[in-house]
């Protein structure tokens, strides 16, 4: 929003006047910040990052990169961060108030950012070439991290300055399990499937890689290796028959032990899952075995202490970790189904289970440095007794008997096997965020939905297609999956919700999205991987497919065969005309780009282009400039080339890999953009070739640029490093935006494509949506400068506040307000819609049916709605509904706590209220409630009801000694204000009980 708000400021004050200005300065400030969010950290210069729940963060932590460059034009304005990779064991970590997951190819750290108490994103390290295997936080220094790949490398990083300090190029095989040696800050120990194991010290004297004396020649692949944090040297290892390899200094080496009882004798495996020394003891282990459940083990006498029993037999673990805050506590994940449990050494059963997700874990983590209470009290806050599993506390009344344990008040990084990462706070059973489908691994392509310019569409390595809503940065459909790799797809045209799809092994297929199911499904490529699938937006029934098979095939969207072009190797691009919706373009391994004509019955190209050194991957064809194309190759250029006149018009020179992403800017006819190997994304001038900028943010290939046409100047990319970023284009045209705002003449916004080519000229506007405003324009008697830089804002600015800006400038400018749009509600509002949006959702939450919160996962109780809604309500002042509800939840306390604040009258009604209600229970605590209202006789009713006729009497008597004295003190001081004399023995006074 840099170039919506920010630069608008200024107009808006000077439509709106000094009146509301002050208003327009919170909105324009507030708007501003949304805008700028998540916008990523140039090598070398300041960024925001995605923070909670994927929504963008006004002030996250920076992303630091690898190194400086010149300040880029293209601004990062959105990140949808990859999930976690659910192959190899230790790819979640954590110390201190950081913690660490893995993608494929991507480390992504989160830290605690104490001025809002959240986690944030803080940095993603990006070095490896193949999957990364393990990740490990060194334990003596929280600024070193290990991270090893399938490549056979070993990266040591500092955390704080996002730069690696030290590489083991050759591990002798892949690094499968890594770990700190716990006994050197300058070590690191590492394992293959079978060993040995290789410690490699970073620096010193005996710098270099060594080889464990003992642990080597195993008869089982291990799954993961822990060295003990307080026993020098002390080593576990967990193999896939089952057992445990124990070695420590100056003891006799164990290999292959403590196999469950049900695997001895046998050759079935049954992998160890899970590994964790108890912090509190040198010899005590606990061990998760896919099959066999949870046992504590004495790793010096060789024998188990407990073994844990599940609820159901079906139950497997997947993962556990100890709880650092409760001592003899820890907790596990299930490998099917998302379901958290507590335990507690002491007892064989779990204290609790929480069911988070559908899928199941794939690896858990408890913090040692959590998030803390949110106190809003100005008094210190009080000692919280519930902090170990050995607390004589009283247990919380939501526990039963059964559960005579306090939960731990711990936070636990959760990652699931559909690549889902959260921070679930297990004192609170809430979540503090969950990032939710996030892809796994390479994006390989990304289109905007063509109706719907906050729908983007992603086609994945990990074999699905999600669709994201760019505004919150989250995914609102996911296709079935199993579909081998995805290279590429397609929205159909309009507002039909299918998605065309393009496999690596099943052909290609279209998806319905709101059905959520595969409608159509193409084999005509037989076997062979489908690289690009392209659906006509000029004709809706035809689909375009290319094929390693060699062949371009074009059909129906019902299955009948039109055309089948072959070509003399495979083919890797295709891309429909804008301007003619017979003609298509196909790129292809021979090093060639050709052009087909369907109105024809020949097999043949019309124009075959030749010229690039290396295979053509993408071809694009300019939306703006009839019968001008480019291709992308290996050779790493980019070429335009001119279909009228049979020639290649101009080389753009620049990257240092094969190209993949290509993308003509829809409303500015020179603009290209370009997405590499190289890990860079070029926008060029095509007019002379000219590189305008470089941006270096990616970790990873570039594979997919997209934009919408109604936004042209938000641009979205996806890349091998598992990430889709959002881009604002708009500082490239900076000079269009100032003539708007200075209210120039529509030629020097609005021209022809001869005008914007001409060399040197300044950017104009050539495509449909800003002719579409002018004409609009047109058509207005008034309120034209308003609506023309409304439109031309919510055209040229990205997501994220834009929009939400003019609906406040609407509401500020006394607009009607039934003409607000329905999704006004979910941004900043003013304060007179906020009060009563806010009221209606606490009607709502008080008043809806269970059964519309009912079956899901995390679906609140009608207790939980009730605490919101008065929640609510409290905020707004509206005290008594508060009470109300405090009340109707057997919260009378809290209730009675604030009802002065109505009045004193409806307090003590209230009091009434609960003193009726103790009565009904017989319950003795109702004494203090009648006497602080002064119901005596209610009171004496209930005693004597009872039979308590003492205490009947003694309150009766304590009641009339009260009234007597209040009488005399009120007597005494009215006959001194009437100057009459006061006998103090007068016993002439006549009372009445």
């Given at each position: 929003?840099?170039?919506?708000?920010?630069?608008?400021?200024?107009?808006?004050?000077?439509?709106?006047?000094?009146?509301?200005?002050?208003?327009?300065?919170?909105?324009?400030?507030?708007?501003?910040?949304?805008?700028?969010?998540?916008?990523?950290?140039?090598?070398?210069?300041?960024?925001?990052?995605?923070?909670?729940?994927?929504?963008?963060?006004?002030?996250?932590?920076?992303?630091?990169?690898?190194?400086?460059?010149?300040?880029?034009?293209?601004?990062?304005?959105?990140?949808?961060?990859?999930?976690?990779?659910?192959?190899?064991?230790?790819?979640?970590?954590?110390?201190?108030?950081?913690f660490a997951y893995c993608a494929t190819l991507a480390i992504y750290v989160y830290q605690l950012d104490h001025r809002y108490n959240e986690f944030k994103l803080y940095a993603i390290m990006s070095e490896h070439k193949?999957?990364?295997?393990?990740?490990?936080?060194?334990?003596?220094?929280?600024?070193?991290?290990?991270?090893?790949?399938?490549?056979?490398?070993?990266?040591?990083?500092?955390?704080?300055?996002?730069?690696?300090?030290?590489?083991?190029?050759?591990?002798?095989?892949?690094?499968?399990?890594?770990?700190?040696?716990?006994?050197?800050?300058?070590?690191?120990?590492?394992?293959?499937?079978?060993?040995?194991?290789?410690?490699?010290?970073?620096?010193?004297?005996?710098?270099?890689?060594?080889?464990?004396?003992?642990?080597?020649?195993?008869?089982?692949?291990?799954?993961?290796?822990?060295?003990?944090?307080?026993?020098?040297?002390?080593?576990?290892?967990?193999?896939?028959?089952?057992?445990?390899?124990?070695?420590?200094?100056?003891?006799?080496?164990?290999?292959?032990?403590?196999?469950?009882?049900?695997?001895?004798?046998?050759?079935?495996?049954?992998?160890?899952?899970?590994?964790?020394?108890?912090?509190?003891?040198?010899?005590?282990?606990?061990?998760?075995?896919?099959?066999?459940?949870?046992?504590?083990?004495?790793?010096?006498?060789?024998?188990?202490?407990?073994?844990?029993?599940?609820?159901?037999?079906?139950?497997?673990?997947?993962?556990?970790?100890?709880?650092?805050?409760?001592?003899?506590?820890?907790?596990?994940?299930?490998?099917?189904?998302?379901?958290?449990?507590?335990?507690?050494?002491?007892?064989?059963?779990?204290?609790?289970?929480?069911?988070?997700?559908?899928?199941?874990?794939?690896?858990?983590?408890?913090?040692?440095?959590?998030?803390?209470?949110?106190?809003?009290?100005?008094?210190?806050?009080?000692?919280?007794?519930?902090?170990?599993?050995?607390?004589?506390?009283?247990?919380?009344?939501?526990?039963?008997?059964?559960?005579?344990?306090?939960?731990?008040?711990?936070?636990?990084?959760?990652?699931?096997?559909?690549?889902?990462?959260?921070?679930?706070?297990?004192?609170?059973?809430?979540?503090?965020?969950?990032?939710?489908?996030?892809?796994?691994?390479?994006?390989?392509?990304?289109?905007?939905?063509?109706?719907?310019?906050?729908?983007?569409?992603?086609?994945?390595?990990?074999?699905?297609?999600?669709?994201?809503?760019?505004?919150?940065?989250?995914?609102?459909?996911?296709?079935?999956?199993?579909?081998?790799?995805?290279?590429?797809?397609?929205?159909?045209?309009?507002?039909?919700?299918?998605?065309?799809?393009?496999?690596?092994?099943?052909?290609?297929?279209?998806?319905?999205?709101?059905?959520?199911?595969?409608?159509?499904?193409?084999?005509?490529?037989?076997?062979?991987?489908?690289?690009?699938?392209?659906?006509?937006?000029?004709?809706?029934?035809?689909?375009?497919?290319?094929?390693?098979?060699?062949?371009?095939?074009?059909?129906?969207?019902?299955?009948?065969?039109?055309?089948?072009?072959?070509?003399?190797?495979?083919?890797?691009?295709?891309?429909?005309?804008?301007?003619?919706?017979?003609?298509?373009?196909?790129?292809?391994?021979?090093?060639?780009?050709?052009?087909?004509?369907?109105?024809?019955?020949?097999?043949?190209?019309?124009?075959?282009?030749?010229?690039?050194?290396?295979?053509?991957?993408?071809?694009?064809?300019?939306?703006?400039?009839?019968?001008?194309?480019?291709?992308?190759?290996?050779?790493?250029?980019?070429?335009?080339?001119?279909?009228?006149?049979?020639?290649?018009?101009?080389?753009?020179?620049?990257?240092?890999?094969?190209?993949?992403?290509?993308?003509?800017?829809?409303?500015?006819?020179?603009?290209?953009?370009?997405?590499?190997?190289?890990?860079?994304?070029?926008?060029?001038?095509?007019?002379?070739?000219?590189?305008?900028?470089?941006?270096?943010?990616?970790?990873?290939?570039?594979?997919?640029?997209?934009?919408?046409?109604?936004?042209?100047?938000?641009?979205?990319?996806?890349?091998?490093?598992?990430?889709?970023?959002?881009?604002?284009?708009?500082?490239?045209?900076?000079?269009?935006?100032?003539?708007?705002?200075?209210?120039?003449?529509?030629?020097?916004?609005?021209?022809?494509?001869?005008?914007?080519?001409?060399?040197?000229?300044?950017?104009?506007?050539?495509?449909?949506?800003?002719?579409?405003?002018?004409?609009?324009?047109?058509?207005?008697?008034?309120?034209?400068?308003?609506?023309?830089?409304?439109?031309?804002?919510?055209?040229?600015?990205?997501?994220?506040?834009?929009?939400?800006?003019?609906?406040?400038?609407?509401?500020?400018?006394?607009?009607?307000?039934?003409?607000?749009?329905?999704?006004?509600?979910k941004g900043i509002m003013h304060i007179k819609h906020l009060v009563r949006f806010k009221t209606s959702k606490a009607q709502e939450l008080t008043t809806v049916k269970m059964s519309k919160f009912g079956g899901g996962?995390?679906?609140?109780?009608?207790?939980?709605?009730?605490?919101?809604?008065?929640?609510?309500?409290?905020?707004?002042?509206?005290?008594?509904?508060?009470?109300?509800?405090?009340?109707?939840?057997?919260?009378?306390?809290?209730?009675?706590?604030?009802?002065?604040?109505?009045?004193?009258?409806?307090?003590?009604?209230?009091?009434?209220?609960?003193?009726?209600?103790?009565?009904?229970?017989?319950?003795?605590?109702?004494?203090?409630?009648?006497?602080?209202?002064?119901?005596?006789?209610?009171?004496?009713?209930?005693?004597?009801?009872?039979?308590?006729?003492?205490?009947?009497?003694?309150?009766?008597?304590?009641?009339?000694?009260?009234?007597?004295?209040?009488?005399?003190?009120?007597?005494?001081?009215?006959?001194?204000?009437?100057?009459?004399?006061?006998?103090?023995?007068?016993?002439?006074?006549?009372?009445?009980?």
């Open positions: 929003m840099r170039n919506g708000p920010g630069r608008m400021r200024g107009v808006l004050l000077a439509l709106l006047g000094p009146a509301q200005g002050q208003a327009v300065e919170q909105a324009c400030l507030l708007l501003g910040q949304l805008g700028d969010v998540g916008a990523g950290k140039r090598r070398g210069r300041p960024t925001q990052a995605c923070d909670k729940q994927g929504q963008r963060s006004a002030d996250g932590v920076g992303l630091k990169v690898k190194q400086k460059v010149k300040m880029s034009q293209v601004k990062q304005v959105g990140l949808l961060a990859a999930g976690c990779q659910p192959w190899n064991k230790d790819v979640c970590v954590a110390s201190g108030d950081r193949k999957t990364i295997t393990a990740i490990s936080w060194c334990p003596h220094n929280p600024d070193m991290f290990a991270s090893a790949s399938a490549d056979n490398l070993i990266i040591i990083w500092n955390v704080a300055e996002q730069k690696v300090i030290a590489r083991l190029d050759n591990t002798k095989g892949i690094p499968a399990s890594l770990s700190w040696c716990w006994n050197s800050g300058e070590a690191v120990a590492f394992v293959s499937h079978r060993g040995p194991l290789y410690i490699w010290t970073i620096s010193g004297a005996d710098c270099g890689v060594a080889v464990h004396k003992e642990a080597h020649s195993f008869l089982s692949d291990i799954c993961l290796f822990r060295w003990h944090p307080r026993k020098k040297g002390k080593v576990v290892f967990g193999h896939t028959d089952g057992s445990l390899s124990i070695f420590q200094p100056g003891a006799k080496s164990q290999k292959h032990v403590l196999r469950p009882e049900s695997l001895e004798g046998t050759d079935e495996e049954d992998p160890i899952t899970a590994l964790e020394w108890d912090p509190l003891s040198t010899d005590y282990l606990l061990v998760a075995n896919l099959h066999n459940g949870i046992r504590l083990v004495d790793s010096e006498s060789l024998s188990c202490i407990t073994t844990f029993s599940f609820p159901s037999a079906a139950a497997s673990v997947q993962c556990l970790a100890w709880v650092p805050s409760a001592p003899g506590m820890f907790i596990t994940g299930d490998s099917q189904v998302g379901v958290l449990r507590v335990w507690n050494v002491s007892r064989t059963t779990p204290i609790d289970n929480f069911k988070l997700k559908k899928t199941g874990f794939h690896a858990l983590h408890v913090l040692s440095s959590s998030p803390k209470k949110k106190c809003y009290s100005t008094h210190s806050p009080s000692k919280n007794h519930h902090t170990s599993s050995t607390s004589e506390a009283i247990p919380p009344p939501t526990l039963s008997q059964n559960q005579a344990f306090s939960l731990p008040p711990g936070h636990a990084v959760c990652c699931f096997m559909d690549g889902g990462v959260g921070l679930y706070d297990m004192g609170e059973k809430k979540w503090n965020f969950l990032r939710d489908l996030g892809h796994v691994e390479t994006i390989f392509d990304c289109k905007f939905k063509p109706d719907d310019p906050n729908l983007l569409a992603t086609a994945s390595f990990d074999g699905t297609i999600k669709v994201w809503d760019i505004n919150t940065l989250t995914a609102v459909y996911t296709s079935p999956g199993n579909e081998g790799v995805i290279y590429s797809l397609s929205w159909a045209p309009g507002d039909l919700n299918c998605i065309a799809g393009a496999t690596s092994r099943n052909g290609a297929f279209i998806w319905d999205v709101k059905k959520g199911k595969t409608v159509t499904r193409f084999n005509e490529h037989g076997k062979n991987g489908i690289f690009c699938i392209a659906w006509s937006h000029k004709d809706s029934k035809r689909i375009a497919t290319c094929s390693g098979d060699g062949f371009c095939i074009i059909r129906t969207i019902d299955g009948k065969l039109l055309h089948k072009y072959k070509h003399p190797a495979a083919v890797f691009g295709c891309d429909w005309s804008q301007n003619n919706k017979d003609m298509i373009a196909t790129g292809c391994e021979d090093k060639s780009v050709r052009v087909y004509y369907l109105a024809t019955s020949s097999d043949q190209p019309l124009k075959v282009f030749t010229g690039h050194t290396a295979k053509v991957f993408h071809v694009r064809w300019s939306p703006l400039r009839e019968g001008i194309l480019c291709s992308g190759s290996d050779d790493s250029t980019v070429r335009i080339w001119d279909y009228t006149q049979d020639a290649c018009i101009n080389i753009l020179s620049g990257h240092k890999a094969p190209v993949r992403g290509l993308m003509w800017n829809t409303e500015v006819p020179y603009l290209l953009i370009s997405g590499s190997w190289d890990y860079t994304i070029r926008v060029w001038d095509t007019r002379d070739g000219t590189c305008l900028d470089t941006v270096y943010d990616h970790g990873a290939d570039v594979y997919g640029l997209t934009c919408h046409p109604n936004r042209p100047f938000t641009m979205a990319s996806c890349s091998r490093d598992s990430t889709v970023r959002l881009w604002s284009l708009t500082p490239l045209i900076s000079p269009l935006q100032i003539n708007i705002l200075a209210e120039q003449q529509w030629e020097e916004i609005i021209g022809n494509t001869d005008r914007a080519m001409s060399p040197g000229a300044p950017p104009l506007l050539c495509g449909k949506v800003s002719r579409d405003i002018k004409q609009e324009l047109d058509k207005l008697t008034s309120n034209v400068r308003i609506k023309k830089l409304r439109w031309f804002s919510e055209c040229l600015s990205p997501p994220g506040g834009s929009k939400n800006l003019w609906d406040l400038v609407a509401v500020l400018k006394d607009q009607d307000d039934s003409l607000l749009p329905q999704n006004y509600c996962i995390g679906a609140p109780t009608k207790e939980e709605r009730l605490k919101e809604a008065a929640g609510i309500h409290l905020r707004l002042g509206q005290i008594q509904r508060y009470c109300e509800l405090m009340v109707e939840l057997g919260e009378w306390d809290k209730a009675l706590s604030v009802a002065p604040g109505v009045s004193m009258k409806y307090w003590k009604k209230l009091m009434q209220r609960r003193a009726d209600q103790l009565i009904q229970e017989g319950n003795d605590e109702v004494i203090p409630y009648c006497i602080a209202t002064g119901d005596v006789r209610k009171l004496v009713s209930f005693f004597t009801s009872r039979g308590q006729l003492n205490e009947a009497l003694l309150v009766t008597q304590v009641s009339y000694s009260c009234q007597l004295l209040v009488f005399l003190l009120v007597s005494t001081n009215l006959a001194i204000l009437a100057g009459k004399p006061v006998s103090k023995g007068s016993d002439s006074l006549t009372l009445c009980p």
